[in-house]
């Protein structure tokens, strides 16, 4: 209850990814408050483009986004830690072969 | 110091012209940049900040230019900082106080369709100067429009509270919007000689965008028969001289001070 009624009083979060360069990816940003999606991509505008940081601009609802919990960082991700040999690095790459 | 036309010699005529242009950008900028820090929300207060930030980055443009027509007699600096309130060639319109964030979207509003088509004209003017400035400038103004145009739609068909408030400002204002058809002195001799926009036609197309948004808005049109007018002549409303004492305060403590 308490969370609906907070609702009406603050703009959902957003989350605001943009795109720096034709090319790239587009990158997380940062988050800020909306009313609706067209209102958090102004707002986007507004807030994170204006030293002409970026070309294109994704928003989407926070509560829309799954994350993993951070209690679960152990079993997710620890295992990984010892397995060097999943990083390409044992090979010889020849000097031709630039930006590896 | 005062700067009178007389002052500029040659270039007299289009140094007023440019000023009549600014002065609205820059006493609108005025207005905006009092929301710094005090905008409804983070985001907005930052949206509308930018805007004022376009504004002036757009006057600098035309008092440099002046300054550069009139010979180095004046800089850009002393032509918005030191001439007197009967200088200013703003339309009434600006200077009108905040009031309320209804206010202030309603004001923005009401000039932005006017500064838009505005500039859209200006592009065809015979002095390059000024068409570069206005193909600089109408990008930034298309988003004020939007800006402002959005929000009076969210306003209008929002709660009743938001739509009395916008409604209210709109009325409020409506008197002043005349005046931004209506030539000045300065604007007939630009027009005649090629570099000014003839903003007395500008007014069927603007009549259109406005109500159209305020229509969608679910807001009335308001209905007149008397409007107010003055500024362009330098007869300014009671709100200027405190707008004025403002802006200008270091430059008339600390004269000469630099950034």
Redesign the interface.
Known sequence: MSESKNNKKNWPLWEVFVRSKNGLEHRHFGSLHAADAEMALENARDVYTRRNEGVSIWVVESKNITASNPKDNGELFEPASDKVYRHPTFYDLPDEVKHM | MSLKKHDFRENGDKIDYLLTIADNSLILGQRMGELTGHGP????D??CT?IALDLFGQVRSYFQYAAQLSGKSCTEDDLAFLRTEREYKNVLLVEQPNTNFAYVIAKQFLFDHYHFLFLNELQKSNDTTLSAIAKKSIKEVS?HK??SS?WVL?LGDGTTTSKEKIQKAINDLWPFTQELFEPNEAEEKAIELGYGVDISKLQEEYKRAVEKVLIEATLEVPVLEFYQRGGKKGVHSEHMGYLLSDMQYMQRTYPGMKW
């Open positions: 929300t983070l985001e907005v930052i949206a930018n988003y939007r800006f959005d969210r």
